[in-house]
């Protein structure tokens, strides 16, 4: 049996997902190799995401070495993976998606977005800059770039007082005991594909290695979910310096998806946010992309990638 060459990040939880993924492949008879590959986003880490570039940040040199055949799939926290892959890639199987909020990680557990408290936020994302701004502008935020116990280390000093981050990684890395408020998704919608690890390879992979491997990993709610998700960021053309939005659920026994979707100024003052229901996941995301740039949506992303 050949095999199976997994590149990931370096980070502890990449690396966890990329053990998750090579347990559950080898239990079902593949055998694999964990490759570790450093990204752009890894290496530079004193400047925000936006001033980087928002395509790619996370997933070129994986993608090189998938064309390259180094590797034969990479993996991915799916909110990190662009909505474009081009022709050369595809996303072959989603895992099972974890809580999909965002939690306020803080040794104070006192503390709560809704208490009128002033304090500073510890963050990287636009979407939640921005959602801070609007639903509690008594919040400061500062830019917090790094893995997930980098953000830890910066918060025991004192850089901030606490950090927002996806539910998913401070789960799976242990933080749980340091959640002093679990956010709804009413407030905060996620990024898209939040909480579900995304599986890709170079078109021209072998067909059997394929079906293999999505027979073994991919989970058929989590992928109508995020096929919508992502239809709806391609159509708005998001990427990490984007502060777009989007949460799908799929309800089985009727075969439909209801999407919620949006976009936010980067000054938090103008929020459109819609849902839209249908059949068929991709049609749903990009007919809700085109609801939310009608109702003054390609206005705000023209202001935004303007002043980034």
Request: proline share 2%.
């Amino acid at each position: 049996m050949q095999t199976i060459k997994l590149g990931t990040r370096g980070s502890k939880l990449a690396l966890w997902q990329a053990y998750f993924v090579k347990e559950t492949l080898e239990a079902g008879g593949l055998p694999v190799e964990i490759v570790i590959i450093e990204t752009k986003g890894d290496q530079i880490l004193d400047r925000s995401l936006s001033k980087i570039g928002s395509k790619g940040v996370f997933t070129e040199e994986l993608e090189e070495k998938l064309l390259s055949g180094e590797i034969h799939i990479a993996q991915h926290s799916a909110k990190d993976l662009q909505s474009d892959l081009g022709e050369n890639f595809e996303i072959i199987a989603f895992t099972e998606r974890e809580k999909v909020n965002d939690v306020l990680i803080s040794f104070d557990k006192s503390l709560t977005l809704e208490s009128g408290q002033p304090f500073v936020v510890g963050t990287s994302s636009t979407r939640r800059v921005a959602m801070l701004k609007h639903f509690y502008p008594h919040i400061t935020t500062v830019d917090m770039r790094g893995n997930l116990q980098t953000r830890m280390g910066k918060l025991e000093s004192g850089v901030c007082d606490a950090l927002l981050l996806a539910f998913a990684g401070v789960h799976r890395m242990g933080y749980e005991e340091h959640i002093a408020q679990l956010i709804t998704t009413d407030t905060f919608t996620p990024a898209v594909g939040q909480g579900s690890v995304a599986i890709e390879c170079a078109v021209n992979l072998d067909a059997d290695i394929k079906e293999k491997i999505r027979t073994l990993l991919n989970h058929p709610n989590t992928e109508k979910q995020l096929l919508a998700e992502r239809a709806f960021l391609k159509r708005l053309q998001g990427g990490c310096s984007i502060p777009v939005f989007g949460l799908a659920q799929y309800d089985a026994e009727t075969d439909t998806i209801s999407m919620t979707g949006g976009i936010i100024s980067l000054d938090g003052k103008e929020i459109i946010k819609e849902v839209l229901s249908g059949t068929n996941p991709e049609e749903v995301g990009f007919a809700l992309a085109e609801k939310i740039l009608n109702l003054g949506g390609g206005r705000i992303l023209q202001e935004i990638k303007a002043n980034l």
